[in-house]
């Protein structure tokens, strides 16, 4: 059987006189021989379950694009219908509860719109068939009688429980928290099929949670014979071979500024003034790329986690910790590789010139944020701080630069979301407090720096042409945006309207500007936030829009972020002449498959941090049931009300739960009112509330009002 014979149906089911034709009827045309027939009948089989082509009622095969298919990614909830993100569909689309196909989340599906969208409602589909399925470990309650159990998952979009047979018991008892590896996948004959791999405990704790939603994703804190084989190979220190054609950068004072619990220190910098009264800023990030070559294991391994995951008290690296923690993280006194980027600004803080090079550190002095702000902020002297004048004058130099240069991007329209982050204090399955983190003028100074980096990265090598991997950010979902209009207007604060209709980034920074003058700023501001789109990784070069900027990659942080690894492999083999057209080619291929890779691990990535604060959010909040706190209305739904208390933790009153009136949400007016006594309750709105409850199946806090 050919090699391209699949490639040879497509086109011939792609032809314009193509009338749909049956499994026999297509082996009659391209086989030959018994043999033959017989592969392609295997080759058809293999076509449909990759969603290549598809069969009518009838047995009749056409393309999955001519019959009006698509491929997308189901993501379900606990009620049992779901949304299907798909690539050039602007807007998710709804599939109703009988018509998932036995998709369980996150499954990779065949699809077909089937109701488009009308007015403010989504697009509606059915999915045809599950082309991949991404679900393969779940945890939850083991259930069992004498002849067989089941499995009650934790994570209600799970909307499957899982049969066990007697024989896949292993050692579970009825009511134990398990692991279950599914065997057999839901179908309309039966439900899934399991065994048991390991017992997690008797009881549901934080530790247990927590693991559970590590075990369910894949998400491993250990790496593989192979990768810690090399990475066992790997020198402890810079060798010799490695100074090699590299500047060595001893001369300038280096430090780095990061969070006092930070390991894995990517970053360093330093700040001057040169002989021609420009500000001379250094920035240093770690040559991961030295150590972590192409294609092999550590490379691989990666790749597959992408980026690094901080959540609780723990950190799930994507490299293994002598690398993250030790040889690349740039500690203090220790010589270390980089890759340097030197920029000059003038007094205005504009940019002059800048260069790259690899080079050869050793930082001075590790600084944390909050001695290094108090410095600025205070002239406090740490102990850190006040045995060096070099480094106190550098640091006045950074503040004064970094707010130049943050003048500059507010200018042009970047928007500026300081919200300050929440974290939580735990001790072992006990969550002892939520706390906020202010945003500084030591962490500023940071973003500022890297945001500047990353900006002459991206525009040298765009200038270039060279296959790169850049930063995109989209334009806002002018529906959701539409929504924050309606609700500021009540404030009597309006949008500007361009002819062209456009929306800018500095229309979103003036709406900014204008809501921190309100009582209800914090609240507005976090659904202004939502309603921007989620960057991602493309081989493109697309404007970044929240920073309002032409040109955007991630560079500077590759012990954590496999995109800056990627790139960093493209400037080195370009700053020693090696990027020939064979090398191009190969980056032309390779970059799509790698943005859209690490894109999809960020989300995730992204999702489990919120999943775990959650979990975190709902054992501390369980030791204050029946108690009364202060919080605003961030939310308004059909179905309740959510609150963002002031601690930080957001939580749900149910309509149905409110004594005094039956509630429901007026869309129009975007408030909920109350059907008999009219009363109001509108976006933003002070209220004060009591913790009724903690649901830690839908991990969500229940509300009332005082």
Request: charged share 30%; hydrophobic share 35%; aromatic share 10%.
């Amino acid at each position: 059987m050919r090699a391209n014979i699949s490639d040879l149906i497509v086109k011939f089911m792609n032809e314009v006189s193509y009338q749909k034709a049956t499994k026999a009827e297509i082996v009659r045309i391209f086989a030959g021989s018994k043999g033959e027939r017989l592969s392609l009948e295997g080759v058809l089989e293999k076509m449909e379950e990759d969603g290549i082509i598809v069969r009518d009622r009838k047995g009749r095969y056409s393309t999955a694009e001519k019959s009006g298919y698509l491929k997308g990614t189901i993501r379900l909830n606990s009620k049992g219908f779901g949304f299907i993100a798909s690539e050039g569909q602007n807007t998710d689309v709804f599939i109703p509860k009988d018509f998932t196909g036995f998709a369980m989340d996150k499954d990779e599906v065949l699809f077909k719109i089937t109701k488009p969208a009308e007015g403010d409602s989504k697009p509606e589909g059915i999915v045809k068939t599950v082309l991949r399925r991404n679900t393969n470990i779940v945890v939850g309650r083991f259930f069992s009688n004498k002849n067989f159990g089941f499995v009650v998952p934790n994570n209600k979009k799970m909307l499957y429980d899982i049969f066990i047979p007697k024989k896949m018991f292993g050692k579970a008892s009825d009511g134990d928290i398990v692991v279950c590896r599914i065997l057999k996948y839901p179908s309309a004959e039966k439900k899934p099929e399991g065994m048991i791999t390991e017992i997690l405990g008797a009881q549901r704790t934080l530790s247990i949670d927590i693991q559970s939603e590590l075990l369910q994703r894949e998400v491993k804190d250990v790496f593989g014979q192979k990768v810690e084989g090399q990475t066992a190979l790997l020198p402890d220190k810079v060798d010799p071979d490695s100074r090699k054609n590299r500047k060595t950068l001893n001369e300038r004072f280096i430090y780095t500024i990061d969070g006092i619990d930070a390991k894995d220190l990517d970053d360093a910098i330093s700040v001057s003034l040169n002989e021609k009264g420009l500000f001379e800023l250094g920035v240093y990030i770690a040559d991961v790329s030295h150590y972590v070559e192409e294609k092999s294991p550590l490379d691989k391994e990666a790749l597959f986690r992408s980026t690094s995951i901080y959540f609780a008290d723990r950190v799930i690296p994507m490299l293994p910790p002598k690398i993250s923690n030790g040889l690349c993280s740039l500690n203090p006194n220790e010589e270390k590789l980089v890759l340097s980027v030197t920029m000059r600004f003038n007094n205005n803080g504009r940019l002059v010139d800048s260069e790259i090079h690899e080079g050869i550190i050793s930082s001075s002095k590790r600084l944390n944020y909050d001695e290094v702000s108090d410095f600025i902020e205070n002239n406090e002297l740490s102990d850190n701080i006040s045995s060096s004048l070099d480094l106190q004058e550098s640091l006045k130099l950074a503040a004064e630069l970094s707010q130049l240069i943050r003048k500059n991007r507010n200018k042009r329209g970047s928007i500026d979301f300081d919200f300050p982050e929440s974290f939580f204090e735990i001790d072992g399955d006990k969550v002892l407090a939520v706390k906020k983190r202010e945003i500084r003028t030591a962490n500023k100074i940071i973003e500022d720096f890297m945001i500047a980096t990353n900006e002459v990265i991206a525009e040298t090598f765009s200038a270039q042409e060279i296959p790169f991997l850049y930063r995109e950010h989209e334009t806002p979902d002018p529906e959701k945006l539409a929504v924050i209009y309606r609700q500021i207007e009540r404030y009597n604060i309006f949008p500007k309207v361009h002819a062209d209709k456009k929306i800018y980034p500095s229309d979103v920074q003036y709406i900014m500007n204008k809501i921190q003058e309100l009582p209800e700023k914090d609240a507005l501001s976090y659904n202004l936030l939502r309603a921007m789109q989620k960057a991602k990784y493309s081989p493109n070069n697309p404007e970044h829009f929240g920073l309002a900027s032409k040109h955007y990659c991630h560079f500077t942080a590759p012990i954590r972020r496999y995109p800056d690894l990627q790139i960093h492999r493209i400037i080195k083999e370009t700053l020693k002449g090696k990027m020939d057209g064979k090398r191009i080619k190969h980056y032309e291929k390779l970059l799509p498959d790698v943005a859209e890779r690490t894109s999809l691990m960020e989300v995730e990535a992204d999702d489990l941090e919120r999943t775990v604060d959650a979990i975190l959010s709902c054992y501390f909040m369980q030791d204050h049931l029946g108690e009364q706190f202060d919080g605003k209305i961030t939310g308004i739904t059909n179905f309740g009300l959510y609150i963002l208390l002031d601690n930080s933790i957001e939580g749900l009153i149910r309509y149905a739960d409110i004594e005094d009136d039956y509630y429901e949400y007026d869309e129009a007016n975007l408030y909920a009112i109350g059907e008999r006594t009219k009363k109001i309750y509108r976006f933003g709105d002070k209220v004060r509330v009591v913790v009724d409850k903690v649901d830690f199946d839908f991990r969500e806090i229940r509300l009332s009002f005082i």
